[in-house]
């Protein structure tokens, strides 16, 4: 026999790996700008698709999942030290099959991943470096770590795979096999009656009372919260809630979290005072926000809220509109030449350059400057005082600090707009859908011709979205044809309901039908949901209930818009579905009502 076919067939009858084949970068030419950007790199990327583990069983090799996203600061400090380095890219392409991921084109894939870094870590975060056996899985997760640390794991858990492939094989399989084990220990009947108040007590309790915001830490706006809890004050006027809603809302908007030249948010805040942003600049934050404020800002009486609201959605139409119609989804938290913040921050005296002589200790004063620049690339222009206090120290009227701060803006974004922001241009369906809801609140509560104007672009984004995200082969996450997730389909749903009661029409409403009836068909089955298409791992299957993130839990979108459709006689949800779904879900939510904030109102109030 030919020595060749004789080791080819012992190999196999012993259950050892062929010899690997030699991997090539394949992210060039990626619709994903975060894909894009690692085509140079040194590491043997390859793009993401459900044959991944079976490549990696046959060629023997262990996967190496780095999920992330375009406008993510350590992701691109992560590139910098680590996937640019040829020692570190050496041993990725010789041990592992590494996997570059878009978080954003698959957010179904990502959040398992999350979840077994967050269970097995305490936490998660990005860039998201996620270990499989060939098998698909999980053996470890970690998120940025230094160059010097990351060759180091590398190096520890290729030689354990040697020494003992069936102990770690086993040891992945057991954690996968936890991660399906019920998350919530209740025994006898679930009470359901009482979620509100549990939501507010637990909100209340991790409320900050002097900054606003849940916790110490980092802080995040964890709108899907905040729009349950205003919903619930709407319900039950509670004068502690008023007030942690009210202290949460000016704070984010007079702290560094807040564009103040040009409006709109950055994604969090490093510290609980709100004061050091990461400068990413997102679609979905943006329109959540801008949301937040309109209702508030109606239900509680405040117009300077609403007017954050509308500058906040100008922003978006102005920094982040499509020619081609749509909205594409970030700006990075680095400019150009890497510099974190680059593109906001500046240098006391180009600051003081913009004013004359005797106008710079008003403006010392106003931004901060006569103190160290908080960060390596100097100021963020962030208001130190109210105008009402600056015109009272000053002895003039408020309408004088006004005028010269919007002049003073003016002349600020001018020099700014010359610098470049790097752009991730995806547009993704979801997000656009946040921006019509967004749309169709501003309508709704902003006075005369202000309403009017947001009224007609919500019209014109409805129209978008049908164009954009829904192709020969049916309703999609990307106007070039990735798969619609569970997100998708909830979101657009929501929005077309919005819009159908602004504009009074049933055909929206049948739209909305279609969509949720779509996501109830390919993502639910007997109590269980599935965030997105098949994803290729052996593990991970459905969930009775998804939690609260920076967006509001997909199934509880759903669950929201299918009661909505049923009170005007449209029910999208197979027979039973419904309260089979509610009913599955109910241990978790009662087990952790603050993380799972979206779906409280289905069990203890009715649809508006």
Not at 513 to 528: I, K, M, Q, T, V
């Amino acid at each position: 026999m030919n020595p060749v076919i004789r080791l080819l067939l012992a190999c196999a009858l012993i259950g050892l790996p062929l010899a690997a084949t030699a991997l090539e970068n394949r992210l060039a030419g990626a619709p994903s700008p975060y894909l894009a950007m690692h085509a140079d790199d040194p590491v043997a990327w390859q793009r993401w698709y459900p044959g991944v583990v079976a490549q990696a069983r046959r060629e023997g090799r262990l996967i190496f999942i780095s999920s992330g996203y375009f406008s993510c600061h350590w992701c691109h400090v992560m590139q910098r030290e680590s996937f640019r380095d040829p020692e570190i890219a050496a041993l990725l392409n010789e041990h592992y099959l590494p996997v570059k991921l878009d978080r954003e084109l698959h957010p179904d894939l990502d959040a398992l991943l999350m979840d077994f870094v967050e269970h097995t870590r305490g936490a998660g975060g990005w860039p998201l470096n996620v270990f499989l056996t060939p098998d698909g899985f999980p053996l470890v997760g970690v998120v940025y770590l230094p160059r010097e640390h990351f060759a180091g794991l590398l190096r520890r858990l290729v030689g354990e795979w040697r020494k003992d492939p069936q102990g770690l094989t086993e040891l992945a399989q057991g954690a996968a096999a936890r991660l399906a084990l019920p998350r919530a220990e209740i025994h006898g009947p679930v009470r359901t009656d009482d979620l509100g108040e549990r939501l507010l007590a637990e909100a209340l309790g991790r409320f900050d009372e002097f900054d606003g915001g849940f916790g110490q830490g980092p802080k995040f706006p964890m709108v899907p919260q905040w729009l349950a809890l205003l919903e619930r004050l709407a319900q039950r006027p509670d004068p502690d809630l008023r007030q942690a809603l009210t202290l949460t809302l000016d704070r984010m908007a007079a702290g560094g979290l807040c564009d103040h030249l040009e409006s709109g948010f950055f994604r969090y805040a490093t510290d609980p005072g709100w004061h050091t942003p990461h400068f990413e600049k997102m679609l979905y934050d943006n329109a959540q926000l801008a949301r937040l404020y309109l209702l508030a800002g109606a239900q509680l009486g405040r117009p300077d809220w609403l007017e954050i609201g509308r500058e906040t959605l100008t922003f978006i139409e102005t920094a982040l509109a499509a020619p081609e119609g749509g909205y594409w989804s970030s700006f990075s938290a680095q400019d150009e030449q890497g510099v974190e913040g680059g593109v906001y921050l500046w240098d006391a005296e180009r600051l003081r350059a913009q004013v004359p002589p005797a106008e710079r200790p008003r403006l010392d004063a106003w931004l901060g400057l006569d103190r160290p620049a908080p960060f390596e690339a100097g100021h963020l222009p962030v208001p130190q005082r109210s105008v009402a206090e600056q015109a009272a120290i000053e002895g003039v009227s408020a309408d004088e600090i006004r005028r010269w701060w919007a002049n003073l803006r003016a002349r600020l974004l001018a020099v700014r707009s010359q610098r470049t922001r790097p752009l991730d241009d995806k547009r993704l369906a979801a997000w656009n859908a946040l921006v019509l809801r967004a749309q169709v609140a501003a309508a709704e509560v902003l006075p005369g011709d202000g309403g009017r104007v947001w009224a007609e672009r919500a019209r014109r984004q409805g129209a978008t979205l049908l164009r954009l995200f829904h192709g020969p082969g049916g309703w999609q996450r990307t106007p070039e044809g990735a798969s619609a997730t569970l997100e998708d389909l909830a979101l657009m749903a929501a929005a077309q309901v919005d819009l159908a009661r602004l504009a009074g029409r049933r055909d929206m409403l049948e739209t909305a039908h279609a969509l949720a009836a779509e996501a109830w068909r390919r993502f639910y089955a007997h109590g269980r949901w599935r965030l997105g298409n098949d994803h290729g791992l052996p593990w991970g299957g459905g969930r009775a209930a998804v939690a609260d993130d920076a967006l509001p839990a997909p199934p509880a979108v759903l669950l929201t818009v299918t009661r909505r459709l049923q009170q005007q006689g449209l029910d999208p949800a197979p027979q039973g579905a419904f309260r089979e779904a509610l009913d599955s879900a109910a241990p978790l939510v009662a087990a952790a009502p603050f993380r799972h904030a979206s779906w409280v109102a289905l069990y203890t109030v009715k649809a508006r």
